[in-house]
């Protein structure tokens, strides 16, 4: 049993609560990690708040990257010392989703999930957030949810292909499957936009709109490679958008977590254009589209990390960054000590606020 210092939740809005945890070593195809850095996501902010199902008291922290540092029973290809990135992403290996190439959607029953190895001073079991239990300094997760990072990256900036990187650029490249030379709208510019927008610029994409209500975001938007900018507290975003485009563009990614932004996406696509659902609203927030919305084969898809195949993909990802082709570095807005955790989650509303990432 190892005594560690994690941040956990133990009721919801509430801060965090920094303390020494136990964590039991890792078993059969599990791997443990000695954290390095973990982001700060929205989705870890969601949970923290109580706006979507998990029992507290629990860990959050999902986007992650460290050193490996012990080895469970039947794992192979890692050793110890190795720097990994860590996912929530894994892989059963057995359900239909699996073995039909879709490991993003696996809906195998996570071993973790079943039974933390996470307990409190009182002997309470912790539960993780989201399969990783970031906010710690060592964790256990499956074999299936690291990929090793080479020595040239940044463990910091590794830290982000696991969730903000490969939901923004993946939702482009694997779930709406982008024809080069189109035109794209993403609403919402902060992290995971800017990587859509640098995944459409990847893509080849002849045209990239940028929309939010946050100047400075905007100009980050410019910076990974919009060509147009909307700024949407100033003027209407769909009919700039069917201006710049002349009637409509073949994309929108819809990554801000507002469902009426749904809505305004009707009005932006073209004929035969696609609207993709990258983040994730409220749980209970409806919204309405008319019958006629999608004539035209217009449609609408959600997209689940990306489609990113992880094992496959962050690889891949990393080869760009090395080759200077993809922005890591930029996303990374400041580094905290886990006993900051608290600031830097209430830093993540301020308008510059990218990424904050805890390191360790």
Not at 139 to 146: A, K, M
Not at 199 to 207: E, N, S, W, Y
């Given at each position: 049993m190892r005594t560690?210092?994690?941040a956990v939740c133990y009721e919801y809005g509430s801060p965090l609560v920094v303390e020494?945890?136990?964590l039991e070593p890792p078993g059969r195809d599990e791997v443990e990690v000695r954290m390095e850095?973990?982001?700060?996501?929205?989705s870890d902010i969601h949970i923290i708040d109580g706006e979507w199902h998990y029992e507290v008291p629990l860990i959050p922290g999902h986007e992650a990257a460290g050193s490996v540092s012990r080895i469970g029973a039947d794992v192979e290809g890692i050793a110890v010392g190795d720097r990994v990135v860590v996912s929530l992403l894994w892989s059963c290996h057995r359900c239909r989703h699996c073995l039909e190439g879709e490991p993003y959607l696996c809906i195998g029953d996570h071993p973790l999930e079943l039974r933390s190895k996470f307990t409190n001073r009182d002997g309470r079991e912790l539960n993780r957030a989201l399969k990783v239990a970031g906010f710690a300094e060592y964790?256990?997760?499956?074999?299936?949810?690291?990929v090793k990072v080479p020595n040239s990256i940044p463990i910091v900036s590794a830290a982000?292909?696991?969730c903000g990187v490969i939901t923004g650029l993946g939702a482009v490249v694997n779930t709406a499957h982008f024809r080069f030379g189109r035109s794209v709208a993403v609403i919402g510019c902060g992290g995971v936009g800017l990587n859509t927008v640098q995944?459409?610029?990847?893509?080849?994409?002849?045209?990239v709109i940028g929309i939010d209500i946050e100047r400075g975001k905007l100009d980050m938007a410019r910076a990974f490679g919009a060509t147009h900018v909307v700024h949407a507290g100033e003027t209407d975003p769909v009919q700039a958008v069917m201006d710049l485009s002349s009637g409509g563009v073949d994309y929108v990614f819809v990554v801000a977590g507002v469902t009426r932004l749904l809505e305004e996406?009707?009005?932006m696509i073209c004929k035969g254009g696609r609207i993709i659902q990258v983040g994730m609203p409220p749980q209970d927030d409806t919204f309405t589209y008319t019958g006629q919305r999608f004539m035209g084969q217009r449609s609408l898809k959600g997209s689940s990390m990306g489609g990113t195949n992880f094992q496959r993909d962050v690889p891949r990802l990393m080869d760009l960054y090395r080759q200077g082709r993809l922005k890591l570095d930029e996303l990374v807005?400041?580094?905290y000590p886990l006993e900051q955790i608290n600031e830097a989650i209430a830093a993540v509303a301020e308008p510059a606020t990218l990424r904050n990432v805890i390191t360790f």
């Open positions: 560690v210092k994690a020494e945890v136990h850095a973990c982001a700060i996501c929205h964790t256990v997760v499956h074999e299936t949810q690291i982000l292909l696991a995944g459409a610029i990847l893509a080849g994409a002849v045209q996406a009707a009005d807005t400041r580094t």
